[in-house]
């Protein structure tokens, strides 16, 4: 099946510092999704890629979905201590037995030190 | 409008129990997904529906769990003789239709004791 691999797995930071985290997948999607999560709450949507090569901004947020469909990053400059969280990468693919099946990598912790 | 509401918003039981798990989804959407997060992890797909039916129900752990939705809008996740390795975050989204983006709620804790 199709699995994403995210990296890093945790970041500790400063504030003010640009973080860039990225995922990769064994098989191509149709759209990539970048979500964060708070301690205690669901996902909430940061941005949504539904073309290849496609680079989208949301404020300080920057994510690109890669030219092979393969791939996608999350830029986030000029950090500030609410960006502390869990960013997760998601892929959705609209064919074969994964049809609209979200699949999300493993997580990104970041922690922002003021 | 409202999001996405989930209920318990925790839930403790004991092993062999069984546990409903209630979503209503964003009024109006016709998709609604069912996710499962153990700690630290991603989250893993489960089930969802388009209407009122689950074409894809391959997610499933096992036939301890089962999922309806009624009317096209609120769906149960159900676990039968629940057992420790149940114990997660259960997660709902809905979407406006099939392949549009998905909207979270905020989960439920479960704990099998």
């Known amino acids: 099946g199709q699995q994403l691999n995210q990296s890093p797995q945790s970041m500790f930071i400063q504030e003010g510092e640009d973080v860039s985290m990225n995922c990769t997948s064994s098989?191509?999607?149709?759209?990539w999704l970048w979500y964060k999560q708070d301690p205690g709450e669901g996902p909430v949507l940061l941005i949504a890629?539904?073309?290849?090569?496609e680079l989208t901004s949301n404020g300080r947020l920057t994510a690109q979905f890669g030219i092979t469909r393969k791939d996608s990053f999350l830029n986030i400059s000029a950090s500030i201590p609410s960006d502390v969280g869990i960013y997760f990468c998601a892929g959705l693919y609209a064919g074969g037995t994964s049809y609209g099946k979200l699949t999300f990598g493993q997580g990104t912790i970041l922690t922002v030190h003021p | 409008g409202a999001g996405v509401s989930q209920s318990p918003s925790n839930k403790v039981t004991e092993k062999g129990k069984d546990v409903e798990l209630r979503c209503d989804p964003i009024?109006?959407?016709?998709?609604l997904y069912w996710y499962r997060q153990s700690l630290g992890q991603g989250l893993e797909f489960l089930i969802y529906f388009q209407g009122n039916s689950a074409p894809d129900k391959s997610g499933l752990p096992s036939d301890r769990f089962s999922a309806e939705r009624t009317g096209g809008s609120v769906s149960t996740l159900t676990i039968q003789r629940t057992q420790q390795e149940d114990s997660a975050v259960y997660l709902c989204a809905s979407s406006l239709s099939f392949m549009e983006t998905q909207y979270f709620g905020p989960g439920t804790r479960l704990l099998v004791l």
């Open positions: 890629l539904y073309k290849a090569g």
């Open positions: 009024s109006g959407h016709t998709a």
């Open positions: 098989s191509i999607f149709n759209t």
